[in-house]
């Protein structure tokens, strides 16, 4: 093999490597699964509207939402997740937990199988969602009969049965039917076109890229993050205490069941 097949032999090596890479990254995962849910959204029948990625101010910087259907039985405001493995959690738990599991074969002089088990943390994205309807409730103050409903959606090959949760937390094949669900109108046609011109007015998209949005969300997590290190609960003002739950040990506000603030 001469020099420059070599050399070019390894360029491609490495271009496929850091083409994995990026395609394994959780912001190409993130924009599969959003694309996905999209496609998904895109087969409802047309008196829903879809927005896509909107960013909308808040007090603490900007919020992004992957999605949001307006129809005249209500709004959704519909989080994505893009994972795969066991998924943890419930509504009060700030972080939810997943669980990757692979059996691993290998050879050394014979073969031999062990079970390797990955364990990762993410923000609970009910209080995502929950959080994002709140935003968008905020906006459309003027229409105050409106339903705002909150989803999240799993679109990967993620386990969600050990997830506990009062509110819809939903595998991406069962999101139109959810949506189909509520059947009660709200809003007249003039008033969905209305709220649909309203977000799209208030979507800053265009003007804050996506390293901005992220720093203010880093900075919004580092306040709340400065005051639980103090002991002091973000949400309420309470104090933070240790507390046994199903899942283990986690911390919590003092004023529970009032605030139910949880955090690691």
Known sequence: MSY????????????????AVWYNSPEQKGKRGEKLVHNILSQLPED?????????STDRGTTQIDHIVVSRYGIFAIE??????????????NQWTQIIVTDVRYRKKWYKTYTHVTKNHFYNPVKQSLGHSYVIKKYLSEWSNVKVIPVVVFAGYANINN???????IYASNLISTIQIYRTV?????????????????NVRGIVDNKT????????????NQKVAAGICPKCGGRIVQRNGRYG????????????????
Do not use: W
Not at 48 to 56: A, E, Q, R, S
Not at 163 to 169: A, D, E, G, L, P
Not at 186 to 202: A, F, G, M, W
């Open 4 to 19: 420059i097949t070599a050399l070019l032999f390894l360029i491609a090596i490495v271009a496929l490597v850091v083409l």
């Open 48 to 56: 829903y509207y879809v927005l896509d990625d909107v960013i909308l």
């Open 80 to 93: 994505t997740k893009n994972y795969r493995g066991d998924i943890y959690g419930d509504d009060n738990r």
């Open 163 to 169: 997830v506990k949760s009062n509110n819809h937390v």
């Open 186 to 202: 709200y809003l007249s046609d003039p008033d969905v076109q209305n709220i649909i011109n309203r977000l799209t007015e208030k």
């Open 213 to 224: 949005h992220t720093y203010n969300v880093y900075a919004a997590r580092q306040e709340i």
């Open 249 to 264: 040990m986690f911390y919590g506000c003092s004023n529970y069941p009032k605030c139910k603030f949880t955090t690691h």
